[in-house]
Every structure is written in structure tokens, then in C-alpha cells.
């Protein structure tokens, strides 16, 4: 299992674009992923589950992964996090 | 401007059946559940299919969202279990899973993130939709649409293309802006749009006779017999204006003596591409990369590049597309990715293809992506700033290795590609001779070939009087690459401001030019003055004009072609 803490750092925060594009990095993944923050852990693979955690920009975040393929899939989320999930400007 | 019949949209329009369900009828009402939620991705997917091409990249995200927010599970087996366990019907179970949700949004501390409880209101209404369709009223549904101005607090963007086709008028909303996607959208298809009418759900009842100006954002409900006669006059002349200027879109561009202009499109935006197919370019004459990297910390990899220049050419739909390489000095370089030194005088510095050629992995990048698009119809390389022969061979070997490496691996490309050269700096004109034989084509950049000549700053205002394209020395330079292309047989087009200014084109005619590319808002109008032209009585003047030594002679002789029609029938929307 891998975790690792990251800030969200796009200016609009994991609203359902930016959700959707985390669960497409994901898909592929035979691990788990989860984010957890305040408290509340969410299953990183379901766009419901990322928009409900309700995290704006500048929000700490766990990244969670765990499986076979666990170390690609938490580079993959944190590629789209430190991207600011290409989001213009 | 719309006139129509009001239909409210609220969420909560759709009926809510509250009788419990029976122990027999549960399955067959999941089964009704999952074929509208079925149905509603099938919906999602022909529009995203529909939407291809640059003007749709942003509402594509939005359907890409909306169509994992149904296949979610944490969504969807929600509302199943709500019918399994609770017996409510499909319709009543979404209700109160959307209701569960919006709470949940309206808790959350971060302004835009709560204001997106719209996606999930929109994916509900979705299937909702979709249920009341499974009871067969679809079509009694979209009948009714004709002739309506919808009234709504939100709507989503990708909704709006399926409500024009089926008749709408025009739409307003309680809430939104004008920069916001879907008023964006709205005015790409000509859709009249009022955004932030916040009373509009309440004091606007179902079937109001509703008077909207899309372009002053008014709204008169209950039209009185002075707004309808207005409304009236403006159908008048938008349906004038309409055949004029539909009469133009379609109609060739060639002068009164039947010679053949081709008009180009300038482009950069999505809307300028929309434009110029609209009114008929003959293809794009110039698409400037910068943006692609302005306003960002880093350089965009080929993927991005290629993506973009991809849907450029899907979009042009077969005609060419010239795509002039990077074309940044240290002016701009602080708003890029390019880390460059401060220069004391960036217009003559590092600049257009100095600095491809002095960062060639830049280039090599921009080149690649460029090739990769090639696949998908014609595309023109243009190189900015050249001003020594050398240069253009040191290009033309790049992209010769780049066509070659992409080939080995294994990307499709096309056969043939041009290379060409914006003549703009005025040693690269006075030499063309020995240059055009390593050029496919020519383009002017009379821009800045008029700043260079001259030795005038156009941005410095105290000077403007001195930054005139028609100082003989600029019009002889410019004549002398006309003729000097035309003997060698390549194509030559002309792309400063000049080319779309209507004043300016019975100059160039007699000039010899016969390509021009211009911002697509001014294509009909040049098609205009084109059309009332003879090419070859101008031509006859040709030799007198490059005698002529003073920019006052030429500019009455220009007022003689001064074109008689009245009014611009310039970009409306």
C-alpha cells in the first residue's frame, strides 16, 4: 500500500470535470485508489465519490493506492494533480 | 432578437408517481430505471460523437463527466436500492436521490464546487427525461419545443444543441453569465440567450408571450403593439441583411472580367474557423500557434499541439490549412514556457524562426505535430522572419528528418507537404530571386514588412502617421514579390491587415495578387469588392502605379475604386 499527501492546487478544486479526469486516469488500474481528507475517504475510481468530498483548491488530500499496480497508479494521480489537471490558466 | 411562447423548465416539472410499488412490479421498475439511465448515455455519446472537431473540446468534458457520473455505482445503486427496499418508482427514487445530493452540495464551504450541484441536477433531468420517454410522450415533447423560449435557472451546455434542432427560439436563464460556456455555445448557434434574469422563473408564467434581444439582454414579457412593430422592423433588415449576405457566402469570389481570387481565412480562435467556413474561405491562409504557448509556465508537447492542429484540419473539412510555426520574441517570452534574456529591441531580435532555430527541440515538436495533422488533409508549413536563404534550408532539413523518424515510427503522414516563407523582413523580399527556388509558396506579412521598411514601431502612436502600407517603397516591395513568385510559378498570399481592408484592394489586384488572407469577419466584404473589380483593366495600371512617388497620388488613385456599396456587411454576430 502506498499513500502519499498532496494540496489540490487548480483553481477550481475537484468539481465533476476535474473528478472525471482523475477517475479516466485511474481506469486501467487493477488497484484500489482512495482519497481521503477531513476525515472522509472516498473510493478514487467513482466520479461520485471524488466530487462528493467537496475539495477546493488549497485542500490536503491522502492519496491512497494499493495493489499490484499501485506505484503506476498513484503516479498517475499525481501527475493529473500536479498537472492542475490541465486546466487553462 | 426571439419572439416566442415561454415554457418553464424547473427539475421538479417532471411528474413524481408517489404510489408504492408493488411486490411484483419492482423488478420490472429497476428495469425501467436502467433503460433510462442506458438511454441517457447513448444520448450523451451521439452528442459527444456530434460534437467533434475545436469548438467542442470544452463541452466535451462536461458530457465526459455527466456520462461517468451515470455509470457510477455509487449513483446508480443508489437509486435501485431505493426502489428494492424502499418500493418507490423509478422517478420518485431519483427525486430523492438528486434531493439527497443537492443537500450535500449545498453544505459543501467552497463557492464553485457547491454551485456544481448543476451537474448532478442535469444528469437526474437526464434520466428523468428518459423515463417519461419510456411512457412514449417524446414526441409530443419535441413538437411542443417549436416556437418556445425556454425559461430555466441553469441548463447544460451540451443540452442546447439538441433544444435548437428541435425548434427553440431562444433561452433564458435565472442564472449564468455571458462568458460562461453555454452562452458561448448559445451564440455559435445563433441561439438568442438572456443569462442572470434572476426573477425570470418567477414572474414569467408557462405560455407568456416573451420578446427577447439577445444582444441588449432585455426581456419584454407581454409585448406591447410598439415592441412587436420594432421587433418587426428588426426581422426586416436581419432577413435583408440575411440574403445579402447569404448571396455572398455561397457565391465564388471573381472579379467582373471572370479571373478567380481565393480568400483565405487568418485564424487562431475556434470561432474564426467556424466563421471562415461559414463564409466560404477558400481555406486557412494563416493559423497562428502563440496561444498555444502563451499565458502558461510550459512548453505544449507535441500530443497537445497535435491534437489542436488535428481538429484545425478535421475542421477546415479538406481545404488548406497553413500553419505558420512559432512566431515569439522576447517581447512575449515571459508569459511562455521559452526562458529567453531581455532584449533591448525585441523587434529586431530573437524572434520567429531565430528562435525555432536557435531552440530546435521547439521546433522539431511544433514540426512533428504540424506532420501528424498532415494525415487528416492538406496542411502548409509557413516559416516567420526569414531573412537568409540559409534559414529555410536549415528548416527544410528538420522537417525532412521529422517526416522521416515519424515514419519509421509508424505514423501515417502525408505524402507531400508545403514549405514556405512569410516574406516580412525587407532584405528576405530584396533577395527573394535567389531564395524562391527552396520555397513551395510565399506569404507577405505586410505587417510587419511595412514596420521594417519603414523603421517605424507600429505600436509607438506619436509615429503612425509615418506606418503607411502605401509608401511607395513598401508598394514596390511588395509588387516585386508578387511578380518575382508568380515567374517562379508559387503561389503567393498576402496576410497583413491590408489583405481584409477594402480600401486596399483594387491596389493589390492591379498588384497581380490573387490569394488573400484575412480575419474571416471581413471575407464577405472583400468577396464584395472582388466581385466589383476588373482584374484586368487594374493590371493595366500596373507599371504607372510603381511609378508613382508620393503616397497622396496613390491614394487618390486608390479613391477612384473607392468601393460604392453602402454599409458593412460585416460580422453580425
Redesign the interface.
Known amino acids: 500500500m502506498l499513500e502519499k499527501e498532496i494540496t489540490i492546487s487548480n483553481k477550481l478544486g475537484l468539481h465533476a470535470r476535474a473528478s472525471a479526469k482523475l477517475v479516466q486516469a485511474l481506469h486501467g488500474f487493477q488497484s484500489s485508489a482512495f482519497l481521503a481528507c477531513r476525515g472522509k475517504e472516498v473510493n478514487a475510481k467513482s466520479i461520485m465519490g471524488v466530487m462528493m468530498l467537496a475539495a477546493g483548491m488549497g485542500t490536503p488530500v491522502t492519496l491512497r493506492t494499493d495493489g499490484p499496480d499501485e506505484a503506476d497508479a498513484m503516479q498517475a494521480m499525481v501527475d493529473l494533480f500536479e498537472r492542475k489537471f490541465d486546466e487553462e490558466s | 432578437m426571439a419572439l416566442g411562447r415561454a415554457r418553464l423548465e424547473r427539475p421538479s416539472r417532471y411528474l413524481v408517481d408517489d404510489r408504492p410499488l408493488a411486490e411484483d412490479e419492482i423488478e420490472a421498475e429497476v428495469a425501467k430505471l436502467d433503460a433510462a439511465i442506458a438511454a441517457a448515455r447513448e444520448e450523451l455519446s451521439a452528442l459527444r460523437d456530434k460534437l467533434h472537431g475545436t469548438l467542442a473540446r470544452e463541452v466535451a468534458?462536461?458530457i465526459?463527466?455527466?456520462s461517468?457520473?451515470l455509470a457510477?455505482?455509487?449513483?446508480t445503486s443508489g437509486i435501485s436500492n431505493l426502489i428494492r427496499a424502499g418500493r418507490y418508482r423509478a422517478s420518485a427514487a431519483l427525486k430523492m436521490q438528486r434531493d439527497r445530493?443537492v443537500e450535500?452540495?449545498d453544505a459543501?464551504?467552497?463557492p464553485?464546487?457547491r454551485s456544481?450541484k448543476e451537474?448532478v441536477e442535469h444528469v437526474i433531468a437526464r434520466v428523468q427525461a428518459g423515463l417519461v420517454r419510456e411512457s412514449s410522450r417524446e414526441e409530443r415533447k419535441i413538437a411542443s419545443r417549436v416556437g418556445e423560449i425556454l425559461v430555466a435557472d441553469t441548463i447544460a451546455p451540451s443540452e442546447l444543441v439538441p433544444l435548437a434542432e428541435h425548434g427553440v427560439l431562444g433561452v433564458v436563464l435565472g442564472s449564468g453569465s455571458q462568458v460562461s460556456h453555454g452562452a458561448i455555445l448559445a451564440r455559435s448557434l445563433h441561439l438568442p440567450m438572456i443569462v442572470a434574469a434572476h426573477d425570470a422563473l418567477s414572474s414569467i408564467q408557462d405560455d407568456d408571450l416573451l420578446l427577447i434581444d439577445g444582444e441588449q439582454g432585455s426581456i419584454v414579457v407581454h409585448p406591447t403593439a410598439a415592441d412587436l412593430a420594432r421587433y418587426r422592423a428588426w426581422q426586416r433588415d436581419t432577413i435583408q441583411q440575411g440574403k445579402r449576405l447569404a448571396l455572398l457566402r455561397d457565391a465564388e469570389t471573381r472579379t467582373r472580367d471572370g479571373v478567380a481570387i481565393a480568400l483565405y481565412a487568418n485564424a487562431e480562435l475556434p470561432s474564426d474557423i467556424a466563421q471562415a467556413r461559414s463564409y466560404g474561405a477558400a481555406g486557412i491562409g494563416l493559423y497562428r500557434t502563440e496561444f498555444l504557448f502563451l499565458?502558461?509556465p510550459e512548453l505544449p508537447d507535441e500530443e497537445e499541439q497535435f491534437l489542436v492542429y488535428r481538429d484545425l484540419v478535421l475542421g477546415m473539412g479538406g481545404l488548406p490549412v497553413t500553419i505558420r510555426t512559432l512566431d515569439l520574441g522576447a517581447d512575449k517570452a515571459d508569459e511562455s514556457g521559452l526562458a529567453m534574456d531581455d532584449e533591448e529591441n525585441p523587434a529586431l531580435g530573437m524572434r520567429g524562426v531565430r528562435l525555432s532555430l536557435h531552440r530546435p527541440q521547439v521546433l522539431v515538436t511544433q514540426l512533428r505535430a504540424i506532420l501528424r495533422a498532415s494525415a487528416y488533409g492538406p496542411v502548409r508549413i509557413l516559416v516567420p522572419m526569414i531573412t537568409t536563404a540559409d534559414e529555410m534550408t536549415r528548416v527544410r532539413e528538420m522537417l525532412d528528418d521529422a517526416a522521416r523518424d515519424l515514419r519509421t515510427e509508424g505514423y501515417e503522414i502525408a505524402d507531400n507537404f508545403e514549405l514556405g516563407a512569410m516574406i516580412e523582413v525587407p532584405a528576405a523580399a530584396l533577395v527573394l530571386r535567389d531564395m524562391i527556388r527552396d520555397l513551395d509558396f510565399v506569404a507577405i506579412g505586410t505587417n510587419d514588412l511595412v514596420q521594417y521598411t519603414l523603421a517605424v514601431d507600429r505600436n509607438n502612436d506619436h509615429l503612425a502617421y509615418l506606418y503607411d502600407p502605401l509608401h511607395p517603397a513598401v508598394v514596390r516591395l511588395i509588387a516585386y514579390i508578387i511578380v518575382t513568385a508568380r515567374r517562379a510559378k508559387r503561389r503567393v498570399t498576402l496576410c497583413g491587415e491590408i489583405a481584409g481592408d477594402r480600401r486596399y484592394t483594387a491596389l493589390l489586384l492591379a498588384l497581380g495578387l490573387t490569394d488573400f488572407s484575412m480575419h474571416p469577419g471581413a471575407l464577405l466584404e472583400i468577396r464584395e469588392t472582388v466581385n466589383s473589380q476588373d482584374f484586368a483593366e487594374l493590371r493595366a495600371q500596373a507599371s504607372d502605379l510603381l511609378r508613382v512617388n508620393s503616397r497622396e497620388r496613390l491614394a487618390e488613385w486608390l479613391g477612384g475604386f473607392a468601393p460604392a456599396t453602402t454599409g458593412t456587411p460585416a460580422d453580425a454576430n
Do not use: G, I, N
Open positions: 468534458e462536461f465526459d463527466a455527466h461517468l457520473m457510477d455505482r455509487e449513483l445530493l450535500m452540495f459543501m464551504d467552497d464553485y464546487l456544481r451537474d499565458q502558461r
